[in-house]
């Protein structure tokens, strides 16, 4: 018998101790609100596979994107900065300085410029992760850039349908119209499609650790689903009571009051049968005990603007505004042998706390060329606690939803708005009014000029941009057009969302596609 080299040990021993790292799989939904999901108090909606992950692991019951629209979350997942940091401030693409004006919004500012590309020396997750030895893997939507600054570009070695717009170009079914994903047959579901190119890169690479990052387009405008799941939910409308009255005018735009839209509903089941099909295959290999499992979204429902989809209620406004429907999401967080099956924990927590947190757990030191804002959540995944600290965000643009350029901070309970048309500021107990609804600035004077210095002091410090008087402004104009909105245009919302729900409710000869192999 040959003697065995020590080599042959030593490249075993290494083997062993790679394959011990655990994998992480990263789920990353667009716009899903904070109430989306079964588990979070949702009785229309149905999420057995997301319910799961949240009943596997920890729920962080005050998880916050960092920014109420998507590129710079995604961006402060990626690299664990905010967006004033990282210099992505609003959804790339979205117009800025006086091209804003062209939008016919009659605003009185116009919002800065930003950075339009992830930059190249950010040190993202995945390339540090990769540097670690990890194998990374992307599907979906990445909207951090145009060609040059794609996945593979910031250090996922696959990437199957990242690249630069924010919603399918060519619509939830085949063909999709991807230049990084190829179309499969007429009527084929991109967000199973999406879910099944994870499991299969799972299988693939199932005796190496890996990064798994599933960034759905859905549940992002345009809705679309199937007949069937129409059907499914239009019958659980109706066996609910169909509303007369589905939106309500707060400030800028109308705001949906109710959860009853079918399209979505089906929407959202279609993504959990996609996550499904991954948990699935992380139980069938046997990988689940070792797999750290992340879920979460990039902003707060869209209740106003784009699709008009879902209500976060009791939470105020969703998607694009300052309020806590804009910026609270689902934020979950299994990792076996660490968190508690069903645990919750109330802590705020935020999107620039993903980077640290999951370095820790995979015992990957984090690049020191990488400042990093966010913090580790380990301790808390252990029923520990983490210091003290305020939580930050900056979004001197318009949203498409009706926000407003605003900075916030928040301590505790306590959240404080400034808003820079006119510098007023908004101050709210979330403990007690999670619905924002009694500003409590007046009262509680001398803790908002407290907290107005700290928030002054974090916009300088992290070179914050802000926007700038437009000369032009004529504020007859923009009362004339909330004037519209409140009453033809919330008119028509109210017949198009009624028709939505209606028996004879057909978008298109094919469903948007989907019956197109029929």
Request: hydrophobic fraction near 30%; proline fraction near 6%; include cysteine.
């Given at each position: 018998?040959?003697?065995?080299s ?6 075993l ?7 011990k ?6 789920i ?7 109430h ?6 949702s ?7 997301v319910?799961?992950?949240?009943s596997e ?5 005050r ?9 710079p979350?995604r961006?402060s997942?990626?690299?664990g900065?905010?967006p004033?940091?990282?210099g ?5 693409g979205?117009a800025?300085?006086e091209a804003w ?10 919002p800065?410029e ?9 040190i993202?997750l995945?390339?540090?992760?990769k ?9 979906g939507?990445?909207h951090?850039?145009?060609e ?6 910031h ?26 994903l190829?179309s499969?047959p ?7 499609r ?6 299969d890169?799972?299988?693939?690479h199932?005796d190496?650790?890996f ?12 809705i679309q689903?199937?007949?069937a799941?129409?059907?499914?939910y239009?019958d659980?409308?109706?066996k609910a009571?169909l509303?007369k ?7 800028r735009?109308?705001v949906r009051?109710v ?5 979505y ?6 993504m ?16 689940e ?29 969703g ?16 990792a076996?042998?660490i ?12 999107g620039?706390?993903?980077?640290p947190?999951?370095?820790?757990l ?19 995944l252990?029923?520990?606690?983490i210091e003290?600290r305020p ?7 318009y ?8 900075s ?7 959240k ?9 500021n ?6 007690s009014?999670?619905g ?13 000029r407290?907290?107005?210095r700290?928030?002054d002091?974090w ?11 437009n ?13 519209d909105?409140?009453?033809?245009r919330k ?7 009624s028709?939505?729900?209606?028996p004879?409710?057909?978008p298109?000869q ?8 029929d």
């Amino acid at each position: 018998m040959k003697p065995v080299s020590f080599l042959f040990v030593f490249a075993l021993a290494l083997a062993f101790l790679e394959a011990k790292k655990p994998n992480v799989l990263f789920i990353l939904i667009d716009d899903m609100g904070a109430h989306d999901l079964s588990n979070e108090g949702s009785e229309f909606y149905e999420s057995p596979n997301v319910d799961r992950i949240a009943s596997e692991g920890m729920k962080f019951t005050r998880g916050y994107a960092t920014c109420q629209v998507c590129s710079p979350s995604r961006a402060s997942i990626l690299t664990g900065k905010y967006p004033t940091n990282h210099g992505i401030t609003t959804w790339i693409g979205d117009a800025a300085g006086e091209a804003w004006a062209k939008r016919g919004r009659h605003d009185s500012h116009f919002p800065p410029e930003y950075e339009r590309n992830l930059r190249a020396s950010e040190i993202t997750l995945a390339e540090a992760m990769k540097d670690a030895g990890y194998k990374t893997f992307f599907a979906g939507k990445w909207h951090l850039g145009s060609e040059g600054s794609w996945p593979t570009d910031h250090g996922f070695e696959i990437n199957r349908g990242g690249w630069d717009v924010g919603s399918p170009r060519g619509g939830f079914f085949s063909p999709w119209q991807n230049p990084n994903l190829e179309s499969g047959p007429a009527g084929e579901s991109l967000t199973l499609r999406l879910g099944q190119e994870t499991a299969d890169f799972i299988e693939k690479h199932k005796d190496q650790p890996f990064l798994a990052y599933l960034s759905f387009y859905t549940v992002h405008g345009p809705i679309q689903t199937t007949q069937a799941l129409w059907n499914k939910y239009r019958d659980k409308a109706e066996k609910a009571g169909l509303s007369k009255e589905r939106f309500l005018f707060d400030r800028r735009l109308n705001v949906r009051q109710v959860q009853d839209c079918p399209i979505y509903a089906g929407m959202i089941e279609l993504m959990d049968d996609a996550i499904g099909t991954v948990l699935h295959k992380l139980d069938e290999l046997g990988l689940e005990e070792n797999t750290i499992i992340c879920f979460t979204s990039d902003n707060g429902g869209v209740s106003s603007g784009d699709a008009y989809a879902t209500s976060n209620l009791p939470l105020r406004g969703g998607k694009g505004r300052q309020w806590e429907g804009g910026i609270r999401e689902p934020f979950y967080l299994k990792a076996p042998g660490i968190t508690q099956p069903g645990s919750t924990c109330a802590t705020p927590v935020s999107g620039i706390d993903w980077y640290p947190t999951l370095l820790d757990l995979c015992g990957i030191e984090s690049p020191k060329e990488q400042a990093v804002d966010g913090v580790s959540l380990v301790p808390l995944l252990k029923s520990k606690k983490i210091e003290d600290r305020p939580l930050y965000w900056h979004y001197p643009h318009y949203g498409n939803q009706g926000g407003e350029p605003s900075s916030m901070i928040m301590e505790g309970d306590w959240k404080l708005i400034h808003y820079h048309e006119d510098g007023r500021n908004e101050l709210y107990n979330l403990s007690s009014d999670p619905g924002e609804q009694s500003d409590l600035l007046a009262k509680e004077s001398k803790r908002a000029r407290k907290m107005t210095r700290k928030l002054d002091s974090w916009l300088t410090e992290t070179k914050a941009t802000f926007p700038t008087k437009n000369p032009d402004f004529d504020p007859q104009k923009r009362a004339d057009r909330w004037n519209d909105l409140r009453t033809n245009r919330k008119e028509r919302l109210e017949k198009q969302h009624s028709g939505f729900v209606q028996p004879d409710y057909q978008p298109n000869q094919d469903w948007w596609g989907s019956s197109a192999a029929d």
